[in-house]
């Protein structure tokens, strides 16, 4: 075993090392640029990478200047250069000295091929989009267990609505396994329906860590999916296949659980709201046939004296009774019906039949004489017409019951 | 109305009847004897959905891959 004393002189022996292998020292690689800065020197430093592995890279000032091309994220490139190792920071880097156009960068191409099958075949169309409940009873969750998602999902659930229930279906959620496992945590929750809606999330990462989530497999099982689907990969604005499928896509796992919840409050006060407005509306509704009712209540055909002094009265009672029980709350008595009683009761008004030249005849007491046995000949009676009376004395009575004897 | 019919009906569908059942009372253009049953169902329905927001029971669960058990699973409250 060789002891090297300090970091700086083992770095600086693998630095030697390095530059002393001649495959190192000038060659060429393709990849794909996935960060790309310029400093304030014109260096710059950026990264190329293929679906599995990245390396980081610099091409410095005066060679940059001197590329026939503007590199950017996403262009499939050609780098010549060399492999350094910069010992203080510990790090290995390609120094470029120039940069090939290779055309659209690989992922970027599968990206953008699957995207534009899937879209003809209408995978993405908002008529198939299935809303989201307001408020589901349990939710399932296909996401790994071990990470930071899980609880961001469940702990923002739980503050905006303490009542839920949430199924974690534990899914790789990058690498080479995800894809299979994120299928199948869909195809759970459809086979139990056990769930009422479904999110699929992830957290943050790298172009290549979320790209399992272009995945034709994932897409076709969201697609499938009869239970509403939440796609929340990555954070805004990380863009993957799956979120073009879901039906509704969620920019962070955090955002995820607050779209899947309404809050708690929020529905308690509409409830209370409702249920407010209704006893308003109903108040309000009595108290409208209550008034209609008092126009009739008032109306002077039942006030009158000649009124009273009939048999009506009993109707009027009847009536009185009718709008007593319409003012409480379970009125059962329509308008239109009390209408058709106070029609009924204009026809049989006296008043209506003196003016058709009918009269009464009243005691000095002022009682209807309702029969010829009530006076004697001598007395002093009114006859009351529709527009006042006579005081009359009484001359002569013959009675029907006597055969016409005059004044037995 | 039976019970289970309600139990069936999604809160979402419950809260919606019961939206339309006060706009159509607070419109007021229905007779006397439509209004009471409006109300009467009205205040049937603001108890479905009282008791469907407070029915859920708050279970964190995982699935067990295994053998197919969800088991409860444990979530911290400032995350794992």
């Given at each position: 075993m060789f002891d090297f004393d300090s970091v700086s002189r083992l770095n600086g022996y693998i630095k030697q090392s390095l530059s002393d292998n001649p495959y190192l020292a000038e060659l060429s690689v393709v990849g794909e640029i996935s960060q790309y800065t310029v400093s304030s020197r014109d260096h710059a430093y950026f990264s190329i990478k293929d679906d599995q592995c990245v390396i980081n890279c610099v091409i410095f000032a005066g060679n940059r200047l001197g590329l026939k091309i503007e590199p950017e994220v996403g262009m499939k490139v050609k780098v010549y250069g060399s492999v350094d190792f910069y010992p203080q920071g510990g790090k290995i880097q390609i120094v470029a000295k120039s940069i090939e156009d290779m055309g659209a960068g690989d992922l970027h191409e599968q990206f953008n091929k699957l995207f534009k099958k899937l879209q003809d075949e209408g995978l993405f169309d908002s008529s198939h989009k299935k809303n989201i409940p307001v408020l589901p009873k349990r939710i399932g969750v296909v996401t790994s267990s071990s990470g930071k998602v899980i609880s961001d999902i469940v702990n923002t659930v739980r503050k905006r609505n303490p009542h839920h229930d949430i199924l974690l279906y534990p899914a790789s959620v990058q690498g080479a396994e995800c894809p299979a496992e994120v299928i199948s945590g869909i195809k759970y929750f459809n086979k139990e329906k056990n769930v009422d809606v479904i999110i699929v999330a992830r957290g943050g990462g790298s172009y290549e860590e979320l790209f399992?989530?272009?995945?034709e497999g994932i897409a076709r099982a969201v697609y499938a999916s009869s239970i509403p689907v939440i796609s929340a990969i990555g954070h805004e604005p990380d863009y993957t296949i799956i979120d073009y499928v879901a039906d509704v896509r969620a920019a962070t796992p955090t955002a995820a659980g607050e779209m899947v919840i309404a809050s708690y409050e929020d529905q308690k006060k509409e409830i209370d709201n409702l249920a407010l407005n209704l006893e308003i509306s109903i108040d309000q509704f009595i108290d409208s046939r209550r008034k209609a009712l008092d126009v009739f209540k008032n109306h002077k055909a039942l006030h009158s004296p000649a009124f009273y002094a009939s048999e009506q009265k009993a109707v009027v009672r009847e009536l009185r009774t009718r709008l007593d029980s319409l003012s409480g709350q379970f009125v059962k008595q329509t308008a239109s019906e009390i209408n058709e009683i106070k029609v009924r009761l204009d026809a049989l008004n006296p008043g209506n039949v003196l003016k058709r030249g009918y009269s009464y005849v009243c005691d000095k007491d002022g009682n209807a004489v309702e029969?010829?046995?009530r006076v004697k000949r001598g007395d002093s009676v009114s006859i009351v017409l529709s527009d006042g009376s006579l005081l009359s004395e009484i001359k002569e009575i013959s009675d029907k019951d006597d055969g016409g004897n005059k004044d037995a | 109305m039976p019970e289970s019919k309600e139990n069936e009906m999604s809160y979402e569908a419950c809260m919606a009847e019961l939206r339309q059942t006060v706009n159509k009372l607070s419109e007021g253009k229905v007779t006397l004897d439509e209004s009471l049953k409006l109300y009467e169902r009205g205040i049937e329905l603001v108890s479905i959905c009282e008791n469907k927001l407070n029915e859920v029971t708050a279970r964190i669960e995982a699935v067990n891959k295994a053998n197919g058990t969800t088991d409860p699973l444990n979530i911290s409250e400032t995350g794992v």
């Open positions: 399992c989530f272009n995945d029969s010829v046995k | -």
